[in-house]
């Protein structure tokens, strides 16, 4: 059984940070692409950002591009994501998720596995 446990939400002031962390279990992490997405209230779940086997096989959706950063630690089955300069309209429940694959996707159908989710709520 795959499981996907995100952390690192919480209440954030507009301009801040926030890193969010993703621990996998139950799969080979180190040959999962990642990705992270977020959906909020009313709204269709949106690619925030990805990476793949290949650490530098990295993709942004263009509205976080210079402040988001994701990473993967495969030593820890850990994928983050560094958010900085947030928005209030980027108050969503973020979500992690796994393909078993080497690429990355902007494309939530491409993804197998996927967590529960953490709530970034930014204050303005």
Same mark, same amino acid.
């Given at each position: 059984?795959?499981?996907? !446990?995100?952390?690192g939400?919480?209440? !954030?002031?507009?301009?801040?940070?926030?890193?969010?962390?993703?621990?996998?279990?139950?799969?080979?992490?180190?040959?999962?692409?990642?990705g992270?997405?977020?959906?909020?209230?009313?709204?269709?779940?949106?690619?925030?950002?990805?990476?793949?086997?290949?650490?530098?096989?990295?993709?942004?959706?263009?509205?976080?591009?210079?402040?988001?950063?994701?990473?993967?630690?495969?030593?820890?089955?850990?994928?983050?994501?560094?958010?900085?300069?947030?928005?209030?309209?980027?108050?969503?429940?973020?979500?992690?998720?796994?393909?078993?694959?080497?690429?990355?996707?902007?494309?939530?159908?491409?993804?197998?596995?996927?967590?529960?989710?953490?709530?970034v709520?930014?204050?303005?």
């Amino acid at each position: 059984q795959v499981q996907l !446990v995100e952390s690192g939400g919480g209440l !954030v002031q507009a301009g801040g940070s926030l890193t969010l962390s993703c621990a996998a279990s139950g799969h080979t992490f180190s040959s999962s692409a990642m990705g992270w997405f977020r959906q909020a209230p009313g709204k269709e779940r949106e690619f925030v950002a990805g990476i793949g086997w290949v650490t530098s096989d990295t993709r942004y959706a263009d509205s976080v591009k210079g402040r988001f950063t994701i990473s993967r630690d495969n030593a820890k089955n850990t994928v983050y994501l560094r958010m900085n300069s947030l928005k209030p309209e980027e108050k969503a429940v973020y979500y992690c998720a796994a393909r078993v694959t080497y690429a990355t996707s902007y494309d939530l159908e491409d993804y197998d596995y996927w967590g529960q989710g953490t709530q970034v709520t930014v204050s303005s």
